[in-house]
């Protein structure tokens, strides 16, 4: 009795997650192409105008990136410098076509 409660205890520990481990993807944005302008490629422009240097992609989207590809997003601003300067520069935590 005492394995399968160590067992359950176990498995129930092991199975909590942190909410901060799901990422909502819930931003919305435009994908445009930038790669005219010296040092830049695809940036977010967001639906308050905002525009956000991609840096860093946290996972490999499934999908091709097209300029003006409607997708939602989720970030963290990174203090980091760019040859773009268009921007503020992020970190993509998760980044879906809608």
């Known amino acids: 009795m005492k394995i399968t409660l160590i067992a359950f205890a176990l498995l129930l520990v092991l199975s909590c997650r942190n909410e901060d481990d799901t990422f909502l993807c819930d931003e919305k944005a435009i994908l445009r192409n930038f790669t005219g302008l ?3 490629s695809y940036v ?3 639906d308050d105008e905002k525009v956000l240097e ?3 992609l946290e996972v490999e989207p499934d999908f091709q990136f097209r300029d003006g590809l409607r ?3 989720t970030y ?3 203090s980091s ?8 520069i992020v970190r993509v935590l998760c980044i879906d076509p809608i």
Request: charged residues 15%; aromatic residues 0%; hydrophobic residues 50%.
């Open 44 to 46: 977010l422009v967001l």
């Open 76 to 78: 963290e601003e990174l």
């Open 54 to 56: 991609i840096g860093d």
């Open 81 to 88: 410098a760019s040859i773009c300067m268009v921007g503020s």
């Open 38 to 40: 010296d040092g830049c």
């Open 71 to 73: 997708v939602s997003v």
